[in-house]
């Protein structure tokens, strides 16, 4: 290894500490319902990706358990289940209600649902990390938020009476109850509004240790954001871009490319929704909407690749690819599957989605279903990225959930503007935009602090580019051409007098 490749590699050892430190709190799924209900416990299906392969197994769990819209879980960093959440309550690695963690989301939800299996709403639940030892359960809950007359409510405003009016948050300490942890703020309060029924999300911050939370508003095109940081939860960011849905906001999907720049939001009735995300700032901007005339079904679940450039939207009976990469990016809309009309032992038809840290992406059904269906290489376009229908058995029933969960190995691309009066960047810094990049992309510097030498590289340290201190004096940034670069991650290197910084940049 000569020295600039050994100089890139403690570059990226030091700037992708996401990559390499959390990244298995995703390694295991809980699905399923108890089917045993004659006896003490309950079953529930596992499955593991320890070492990136697929391990499944059962487990006897609390009571009447049961996995519907909601579903999400965490393990620790080296992948060992620290609990799961069905948005009624939270069970800890010993598969028992967590210390404090029972009566979740109170109020009609709970009485009405949760005694009969778990919270309804899709997406209504998700977890993610706070610090080493502390955790956030973030749901939704189902209470009357619109009362009308039939005889004076036009038409038009007679909404179903039930919505959520709140996003509650629960926070978990690992270091209670002799490490199997404890809920320690239960319904705690971090949006007070009517908001849609369904699509919780999560993404981390582009600084790599901060999380932002998405909740949709009701009837609206806005959002709420939530930042969780080393001091908490913060207050609610609103930001509002594209489509206003409509009050047939329920079912469907919403998820993060895990590269962060994309968020997409997809429901039979409202179409698949395509945001640029700011991963600094929470914006949202650039959105796009995809109508399906021909497939509509209350059915929709959508999930993207591991490189980010796929983006998969399930129909019920069609499963359709998108190129986000694309410059058109409706115009890329590829059938890649028609449902077979396998029942096992109901219509394995295609519902929600979700991307597994084996790089494979897994679809479940509606209804009772004992299989899976797998798109095997979610990276390739069209029908080569193999979607295999009902192509995993499973070893007992599954009721149309997949886990919400965040995407832990997508590591920041770039760091956030720094803030202060210099617009550019601050004395000794840079920035890289846009990134991922196709066909060039800019480097942005302080005119009154210029780098005295740029240098791009591969990572096989091989030079790509070279800007030298007279073509820098003066200037805010530069351009760099991509054409004839092969795809995949390049290193640009400034230096500032004895001190060097180094930025990612994706090419596609």
């Not at 901060?210 to 959002?223: A, G, K, L, T």
């Not at 032992?345 to 009772?368: H, N, R, V």
Request: charged share 15%; glycine share 8%.
């Amino acid at each position: 290894m000569n020295p600039v490749q050994f100089s890139i590699m403690l570059v990226l050892l030091h700037f992708c500490p996401a990559l390499f430190g959390q990244n298995k709190q995703d390694y295991n799924w809980i699905i399923g319902y108890d089917t045993s209900y004659l006896v003490p416990g309950g079953d529930a299906i596992k499955m593991n990706f320890e070492n990136e392969t697929l391990h499944i197994s059962m487990v006897e769990t609390v009571e009447k358990f049961h996995m519907e819209g909601s579903n999400s879980s965490m393990s620790d960093s080296l992948g060992n289940l620290l609990f799961y959440t069905n948005g009624c309550y939270i069970v800890n690695a010993e598969h028992k209600i967590m210390a404090n963690g029972d009566t979740i989301s109170p109020g009609i939800l709970y009485d009405a649902w949760c005694d009969k299996g778990g919270n309804p709403l899709s997406q209504g639940a998700i977890a993610v990390p706070g610090s080493d030892h502390l955790f956030y359960v973030f749901t939704l809950d189902f209470e009357w938020a619109y009362l009308w007359d039939p005889y004076t409510t036009p038409v038009s405003e007679q909404y179903l009476e039930l919505a959520p009016l709140h996003l509650y948050y629960q926070v978990i300490d690992m270091t209670q109850a002799g490490g199997l942890g404890a809920v320690v703020a239960k319904n705690q309060v971090a949006v007070a509004d009517t908001l849609a029924r369904a699509n919780i999300q999560a993404c981390r911050h582009a600084n790599g240790r901060d999380w932002w939370v998405i909740v949709p508003e009701s009837h609206s095109n806005c959002y709420y954001l939530i930042l969780i940081t080393p001091e908490g939860v913060q207050p609610p960011l609103k930001r509002c871009e594209g489509r206003v849905w409509s009050d047939l906001d329920w079912q469907g999907q919403a998820v993060f490319s895990p590269d962060a720049t994309r968020y997409i939001r997809f429901n039979a009735w409202n179409g698949l929704n395509i945001y640029n995300f700011d991963n600094c700032t929470g914006s949202l901007s650039n959105a796009i909407s995809v109508d399906f005339p021909n497939d509509t079904s209350h059915v929709a679940g959508a999930a993207v690749s591991p490189n980010s450039r796929f983006l998969y939207a399930d129909m019920k009976y069609k499963v359709y690819q998108f190129d986000l990469w694309a410059d058109d990016i409706p115009a890329s809309q590829t059938l890649i599957a028609v449902w077979d009309g396998f029942f096992n032992p109901y219509a394995t038809i295609f519902y929600k989605s979700a991307l597994a840290p084996d790089g494979k992406i897994y679809i479940s059904s509606t209804s009772s279903h004992r299989s899976l269906h797998v798109i095997h290489h979610p990276d390739l376009k069209g029908t080569a990225c193999d979607l295999e229908q009902h192509g995993l058995a499973l070893p007992a029933f599954n009721f149309n959930t997949i886990p919400n969960l965040p995407h832990y190995r997508n590591g920041p691309f770039a760091p956030c503007e720094p803030s202060g009066t210099e617009d550019a960047a601050t004395a000794g810094d840079i920035s890289v935009f846009p990134n991922p990049a196709s066909r060039y992309f800019n480097i942005r510097f302080s005119p009154a602090h210029p780098p005295s030498d740029i240098r791009v590289f591969d990572l096989a340290g091989r030079e790509k580019a070279h800007l030298a201190s007279d073509v820098l004096a003066g200037r805010t940034g530069a351009e760099i051409s991509l054409a004839g670069w092969p795809p995949g991650i390049y290193l640009v290197r400034a230096d500032f007098g004895e001190r060097q910084v180094v930025r990612k940049i994706a090419v596609f």
